[in-house]
C-alpha cells in the first residue's frame, strides 16, 4: 500500500483564493511526522509546514495550514490567498519515528497553478 | 551557512563514466539523507547518515552507488559506470527535526 497518497495530479486556483491540497497516509506508527514541501521549477524542496502525530492543535505558518484529521489519517495543506509564487509542486511526505528509520517517505505531488 | 548546500547543481556525463556529488549539511545536523527524484515523481530514499555511519540504505542503491560521509559533516555519493537510467535529481537533506533540503545535482547521463 502507498504510504503517502496525493490523489491531485494538478489543481488551479486564482489569485487570492485559498486553495487545499489533499494528502492521505498509512502507518501502523504511533509516532510519525508529516511535512509538506513545495518544489519551484527551479529544483530546489522548500519546507513549509509540520505536524507531529501527537501535536493537537493544527500546525499554521503564516498563509500555509495543515488540516489534520487522525482518524481520518489525512494532512491536507490549505493555503490561504494564493499568489502567483505559489505555483510549483508540492509534496505531502511522512517521517515515521518507530521503525521507519526516520527516513521521509513522499507521495507523487500536486502541480499547482495560480491564475489571475 | 544558512542552509543545505550541493556542489555541483548539474552535471552532464557520458555513460559509463563515474560522477561523484557533494552534500554540505547545516552545521548542527546529524542526520544526513540523500534522495533521488525522477521527472514526474517524488523523491525516493536513497541512504541516511546519522554522524559518520550509514544506518540504512534501499534497495534503490545499486553496487555502482556508494555514499560517505567521512567525519560526520559533509557527504559524497559517487555512482560509477553511469547509465541513462541515472539521469534524476539527486537532493540531499539534513535535519535534527525538521528535514531540510538543498538545491539538488541535477545528473544528465548522455
Known amino acids: 500500500a502507498q504510504k503517502i497518497t496525493q490523489t491531485q495530479p494538478g489543481m488551479f486556483v486564482q489569485e487570492k483564493e485559498a486553495v487545499t491540497l489533499d494528502c492521505t497516509y498509512d502507518?501502523?506508527?504511533?509516532?510519525?511526522?508529516l511535512f509538506w514541501y513545495k518544489q519551484p521549477s527551479s529544483g530546489e524542496m522548500i519546507f513549509l509546514i509540520y505536524q507531529g502525530s501527537y501535536d493537537e492543535q493544527n500546525a499554521t505558518e503564516g498563509r500555509y495550514s495543515l488540516n489534520f484529521q487522525k482518524a481520518r489519517k489525512s494532512a491536507n495543506l490549505v493555503i490561504s490567498a494564493s499568489q502567483l509564487g505559489d505555483s510549483a509542486m508540492y509534496f505531502c511526505?511522512?517521517?515515521?519515528?518507530?521503525?521507519?528509520?526516520?527516513?521521509?517517505?513522499f507521495g507523487t505531488g500536486t502541480q499547482l497553478k495560480v491564475e489571475l | 551557512d544558512t542552509g543545505v548546500s550541493q556542489n555541483p547543481r548539474h552535471k552532464i556525463t557520458k555513460r559509463g563514466q563515474n560522477v561523484t556529488f557533494r552534500c554540505d549539511p547545516i552545521?548542527?545536523?546529524?542526520?544526513l539523507y540523500w534522495y533521488r527524484q525522477t521527472l514526474g515523481q517524488g523523491p525516493e530514499f536513497l541512504t541516511y547518515?546519522?554522524?559518520?555511519?550509514?544506518?540504512?540504505k534501499s534497495r534503490l542503491l545499486s553496487d555502482r552507488f556508494s555514499a560517505e560521509r567521512p567525519k560526520g559533516s559533509f557527504s559524497t555519493l559517487e555512482i560509477q559506470r553511469t547509465e541513462q537510467g541515472d539521469s534524476a535529481m539527486y537532493l540531499c537533506a539534513s535535519t535534527l527535526g525538521t528535514v531540510l533540503f538543498g538545491s539538488g545535482t541535477r545528473l544528465t547521463v548522455v
Open positions: 552545521s548542527e545536523h546529524n542526520r
Open positions: 511526505a511522512m517521517r515515521e519515528y518507530g521503525g521507519g528509520g526516520n527516513k521521509l517517505t
Open positions: 502507518t501502523s506508527d504511533q509516532s510519525y511526522g
Open positions: 547518515f546519522q554522524n559518520e555511519a550509514q544506518l540504512e
